[in-house]
């Protein structure tokens, strides 16, 4: 069971009063509306007039005539994360250590650090929260309300919102936010951060670049979509990208990439987009590769049918290690209809997916790229045949991580994709590395 410590809220104003706060709150929110400006689109605006007002309360302070401010700039800061940003939750989304951030009720704000949870000190009323979330839908153009009682939005700095209103959730509304932290953008950093060795790095590099389909698993919060991110980033240049998402989260260099993300009803019950119709237009859009971000549903069907027509692509998926991906693979078609069955989906998941990456959290919170399998392409009795190319074993300096990641002496199949974009894939898992490749040091340090 995770230990949970208890965190300070990061209070800016302990000795100004909250009288005073309450009164320069009121003063700005009239100046906004004199000045006719939208808050949270011009911030600059709000923080001017916030500096100016707190400057004139405290030379006033000097005459007695008003309480004093203990620290100005920071009441200053306190009043803007009110208007132009997230109120009490601003200091947490500051804060560079905070990955994720979520509301059971209004006195049990937690937080995670370093893949630990916290409970803060933080204490909010039911309308704070209320108000929070109606601010944040605001800036997504998204909606929550009885018909419509959950929400998936991205907030202005990339952060993902995930909110279920009270009646679905007991007694209060749960808010989600997880933070966009950009750890790393190449599979150098990776290396870095100790999540995978540079031999492996180098092999998945090689397999982007010769256009293998690739499948990356893992549990909630063990790196996917940065993994996702830095595999997308290896993808040639003159390639054309499309990518379809449930919200917005991947963000890679790619000088012709088009994202593609979902939409809920309106009002009216119409208008839906869904992830499935963005797989489809995806591919009516001239792709060289398709990227989805996580596959959950029946949308899996029309992606392997995009991989199998011979369209090199990438997506995500929730499981417990690779063998499971693939099952959990052959499972997700079935959703799209009765006529869909196992006799068709495994072969053509086995003959679609040629490697699967399965990432994991370490005791420690390090994310770890766990094994690297490849798939052949053979079924036996109805089960899709793997070949393990990295795997972690126990044993050498790493063992508190749970063993270093090292070549099986596996293959990957088709390797003559690797031959036609140039790659020696002997010398590649020979640690050789992949020509025109970042160098990167031999040995990560721990994230």
């Not at 009239?30 to 808050?39: F, K, S, T």
């Not at 306190?78 to 132009?84: G, P, T």
Request: with cysteine.
């Amino acid at each position: 069971m995770t230990t949970l410590n208890v965190t300070a809220s990061p209070s800016t104003t302990v000795e100004t009063s909250h009288e005073v706060i309450e009164e320069l709150d009121g003063l700005l929110r009239v100046a906004v509306r004199h000045e006719g400006i939208d808050p949270q689109r011009d911030v600059e605006v709000v923080r001017r007039l916030a500096d100016r007002l707190v400057r004139a309360h405290d030379e006033r302070s000097l005459t007695g005539a008003v309480s004093p401010v203990s620290d100005a700039e920071a009441v200053t800061g306190e009043l803007v994360a009110r208007l132009s940003g997230f109120g009490p939750l601003q200091p947490f989304l500051d804060d560079p250590d905070v990955e994720e951030i979520w509301i059971n009720d209004p006195s049990r704000v937690f937080v995670a650090r370093h893949g630990r949870h916290e409970l803060t000190t933080l204490v909010l009323t039911q309308a704070q929260v209320s108000e929070l979330v109606e601010r944040m839908l605001k800036s997504s153009g998204r909606r929550v309300d009885l018909s419509q009682p959950f929400v998936d939005a991205m907030l202005p700095g990339g952060h993902r919102l995930h909110v279920v209103l009270q009646g679905i959730s007991r007694d209060f509304t749960a808010v989600n936010v997880r933070k966009f932290r950009l750890q790393a953008a190449r599979l150098a950093e990776l290396v870095e951060l100790g999540s995978l060795t540079s031999q492996a790095a180098a092999f998945l590099e090689a397999s982007v670049r010769a256009g293998q389909n690739i499948l990356i698993a893992g549990g909630t919060q063990a790196g996917k979509t940065t993994l996702l991110n830095c595999l997308a980033a290896a993808i040639p240049g003159g390639e054309r990208v499309i990518s379809a998402e449930e919200v917005f989260e991947l963000r890679f260099p790619h000088p012709d990439w088009v994202p593609l993300q979902t939409r809920q009803a309106g009002l009216e019950g119409t208008g839906e987009i869904r992830l499935r119709h963005l797989v489809k237009e995806a591919l009516r859009m001239r792709p060289s590769r398709v990227i989805v971000g996580e596959v959950r549903a029946e949308e899996c069907l029309d992606l392997l049918l995009a991989l199998n027509s011979g369209l090199p692509g990438m997506c995500t998926l929730h499981a417990n290690s690779a063998r499971e991906a693939l099952v959990k693979m052959c499972t997700l078609p079935l959703l799209a209809g009765e006529n869909i069955s196992g006799h068709f989906v495994v072969p053509t998941v086995a003959s679609s997916v040629d490697l699967v990456v399965h990432l994991g959290v370490d005791a420690r919170g390090t994310r770890r790229v766990n094994e690297i399998v490849a798939v052949p392409g053979r079924v036996e009795g109805g089960v899709i045949e793997i070949e393990p190319i990295f795997e972690r074993r126990d044993g050498g300096h790493d063992h508190e991580h749970g063993g270093e990641l090292r070549w099986t002496g596996g293959m990957p199949a088709r390797s003559e994709r690797y031959q036609r974009v140039g790659v020696d894939i002997h010398h590649v898992l020979g640690g050789g590395g992949v020509s025109g490749a970042v160098e990167v040091p031999r040995q990560g340090r721990s994230a």
